[in-house]
């Protein structure tokens, strides 16, 4: 099969071409690897901060609930609430962003048992601060003081009269008054102690007990009131300071009855705390998970940027070592058959035409080679020809190779005219050999 230099210049290079669009293939392929790659990164970035965010939402929803428990002013209580629901807002918000950038089987399942723990957290708050605000000892005690203890005050003093003997009572009523009064002042205590009930147990044993004294203190009233020997005048004022202070006793213990502060402790320090545990929990699931995808991701970015760059290497490399090939290949080949043609040329510029040099190439070099053997052979050709003629031969025929053939068709004239000169000679000869004839005929005669 015959290959010209240019299909050896054109397969060449088109091998290097190919090799180096190899190469760019690669590189643009780790490029773009890199870029998802990094793409990647930064959504997982962004899904932990949000989640991170969402968590520190969390917090300040907890803290600001747990202030609102702490404290009894109702300005403060509302101050905290609105914190803690602009907290839940917020988190909300974060997490609504960060569910859009969540892709993965294991990261959605993570995302919803945290949306569960989260809404579970949030619903407690809720009731927390409900019970909270509801405020029940604060407005119990307000009740006490601004109304129950005047209203005590005032039923002291005549309850005191009355047992004291004061003129114009009788034994029974006196004894009457006393009884009243230990009742009085043992339900105002248990009234006083129910607010301080450290749980709800304790609370409603303490609501029961006043509930029973109360009872006790009515009717103890209602048989000092039977006694006839209460002026009407003092019945009357007794029975109105008694219906003020049985009316407040009766809200107070009706308010703290509800227990709302009590049991948003409780709530707070309870449910509360374990939802807020488990959710901030759930949160460290998630950030972490998103913390071992970013890792992950990071890790086989660099392995296929390893690799990619051991491909882009050995690609570029591959295609330097056949250029170099390929241009070496071609320059000794070339080379080599023009050392060949110059070394016949130099034998035939020196008159040596018996030099032939062998064929190996099928490129041009070849054909230049082969002309020149053709080119020496016919020169030798032309020699030997010229050689017999000097010889004397001339039998020999002299064919031009073309109607170019200078040399050809110089020896042919030559030769055509050379064997005129010798059919002259020959010619005159017989003429002379023939006159000598005669003249030795004649001599004879």
Same mark, same amino acid.
């Given at each position: 099969m015959r290959f010209t230099i240019k299909t050896k210049l054109a397969l060449g290079f088109s091998a290097t071409l190919l090799l180096t669009a190899a190469a760019g293939v690669v590189g643009y392929r780790g490029l773009t690897a890199d870029e998802e790659s990094l793409k990647f990164v930064v959504s997982r970035a962004e899904v932990q901060n949000l989640v991170l965010d969402a968590k520190a939402h969390a917090l300040r929803d907890n803290s600001n609930v747990r202030a609102a428990v702490i404290t009894a002013d109702d300005g403060q209580m509302a101050e905290f609430a609105k914190r803690a629901a602009d907290s839940r807002a917020a988190g909300l918000a974060a997490m609504v962003q960060a569910r859009t950038y969540i892709s993965s089987e294991e990261g959605r399942r993570l995302f919803e048992d945290l949306s569960a723990k989260y809404e579970a957290q949030r619903s407690l708050g809720l009731k927390t601060l409900e019970l909270t605000q509801q405020n029940s000892v604060v407005r119990a005690l307000a009740e006490i003081d =601004?109304? +129950?203890?005047? %209203?005590?005050?005032?039923? /002291?003093?005549?309850?005191? *009269?009355? *047992? @004291?003997? /004061?003129? @114009?009572?009788?034994?029974?009523? =006196?004894? =009457? $008054?006393?009884r009243l009064e230990v009742r009085l002042e043992r339900v105002w205590g248990q009234l006083q102690s129910a607010p301080g009930a450290p749980t709800a147990a304790a609370l409603e044993q303490r609501v029961a007990a006043a509930r029973r004294t109360r009872?006790?203190?009515?009717?103890?009233?209602? $048989?000092?009131?039977?006694?006839? @020997?209460?002026? %009407?005048?003092?019945?009357?004022?007794? /029975?109105?300071?008694? +219906?003020?202070w049985s009316a407040s006793f009766q809200k107070a213990? %009706?308010?703290?009855?509800?227990?709302?502060?009590?049991? *948003?402790?409780?709530?707070?320090?309870?449910?509360? =705390?374990? $939802?807020?545990?488990? *959710?901030?929990? %759930?949160?460290?699931?998630l950030a972490e998970f998103q913390n071992r995808r970013m890792t992950g991701a990071v890790a086989n970015a660099r392995a296929e940027a390893a690799q990619g760059q051991t491909t882009l290497i050995a690609v570029v490399a591959g295609a330097l070592l056949l250029g170099l090939g390929l241009a070496t290949w071609l320059a000794l080949s070339i080379s080599r058959g023009l050392g060949r043609a110059v070394v016949l040329a130099d034998a035939v510029a020196e008159g040596d035409l018996s030099r032939t040099v062998t064929v190996t190439s099928r490129d041009e070099i070849g054909d230049l080679v082969a002309a020149m053997n053709r080119m020496t052979a016919n020169l030798g050709t032309t020699a030997g020809l010229a050689t017999a003629i000097a010889g004397g031969d001339l039998a020999v025929e002299a064919r031009p190779l073309s109607d170019k053939d200078t040399m050809g068709l110089a020896l042919q004239t030559m030769l055509a005219r050379l064997r005129a000169v010798v059919a002259d000679a020959t010619h005159a000869a017989s003429n002379v050999s023939a006159g000598s004839q005669e003249l030795s005929a004649s001599a004879e005669q």
């Open positions: =601004a109304v +129950g203890r005047p %209203a005590m005050v005032a039923l /002291r003093t005549d309850l005191d *009269a009355l *047992a @004291g003997g /004061r003129p @114009g009572t009788d034994d029974e009523v =006196a004894r =009457a $008054a006393s009872e006790e203190t009515g009717r103890a009233f209602d $048989a000092l009131m039977s006694i006839g @020997g209460l002026g %009407a005048g003092t019945a009357e004022g007794l /029975r109105q300071r008694f +219906g003020v213990l %009706a308010t703290v009855e509800t227990g709302s502060s009590i049991r *948003a402790v409780e709530l707070a320090s309870g449910d509360y =705390a374990t $939802a807020t545990t488990t *959710a901030l929990r %759930a949160f460290d699931a």
